[in-house]
């Protein structure tokens, strides 16, 4: 049974720094994409970040134009986990964040594909 498991969520403050981790189970890690999407309140789920999702290629980034240059995604193969080391956050940056596996990197975003893992979510709240 595959697992997503988030954690590291909660409240911070704009300018502060905050790291989301996603531990996954059940699935071949080297095997798979990661990205985290995220859901703001009033708004549709977009992908913001995905690692190891673009050509195939190990180690391979994408970033949201909202997130670049702030934001940070990495993986610890060893330990099943991915990373979002969020600094500078804004308060835009609120929302509920999902960690995806094997979701698809296409048309220069980051998207949900059939078959995908889901976490159940994590909120972060970023106060101004």
């Known amino acids: 049974e595959v697992q997503i498991v988030e954690s590291g969520g909660g409240l911070v403050q704009a300018g502060g720094s905050l790291r989301l981790s996603c531990v996954a189970s059940?699935?071949?890690?080297?095997?798979?994409?990661f990205g985290w999407f995220r859901q703001a309140p009033g708004k549709e789920r977009e992908g913001v970040s995905c690692?190891?999702?673009?050509?195939?290629?190990?180690?391979?980034?994408y970033y949201a134009d909202s997130l670049k240059g702030r934001f940070t995604i990495s993986s610890d193969n060893a330990k099943n986990t991915v990373y979002l080391q969020m600094n500078n956050p804004k308060f835009e940056d609120t929302g509920v964040y999902y960690c995806?596996?094997?979701?698809?990197?296409?048309?220069?975003?980051?998207?949900?594909?059939?078959?995908?893992?889901w976490g159940q979510g994590i909120q972060v709240t970023v106060s101004s």
């Open positions: 995806n596996a094997d979701g698809v990197y296409y048309g220069g975003t980051y998207g949900t594909d059939h078959g995908d893992f």
């Open positions: 059940g699935v071949t890690f080297d095997d798979y994409a």
């Open positions: 690692i190891s999702c673009r050509d195939g290629i190990s180690g391979s980034t």
